[in-house]
């Protein structure tokens, strides 16, 4: 799978998120946290049908960066990864 996208410039880009769906799709941005919502449980999954069919792809992206640039202002970074038990 990792073949067919070995050109592929979004595949270099390690500022963003990359998911791959059960097709072997490859998504990128505001497009992989979009398909990740279809495997996961309700309430999440919820979200899927609006936020790919009804908000384009460039405003989704441009939100998208916005938190992706703002995250540690709003949510602190830290040093170790949460423990969660």
Not at 7 to 22: A, P, Q, S, Y
Not at 76 to 84: Q, S, T
Request: charged share 25%; proline share 4%.
């Amino acid at each position: 799978m990792l073949d067919k996208y070995a050109n592929d410039v979004k595949w270099r880009d390690m500022t963003t998120c990359l998911f791959f769906d059960g097709e072997g799709t490859m998504h990128h941005k505001s497009r992989a946290i979009i398909e990740t919502l279809s495997y996961l449980r309700a309430p999440w999954s919820l979200l899927y049908y609006p936020l790919k069919y009804l908000i384009p792809q460039s405003l989704s992206d441009k939100v998208y960066l916005w938190v992706g640039r703002n995250r540690y202002a709003w949510f602190g970074k830290r040093e170790d990864c949460c423990k969660f038990e």
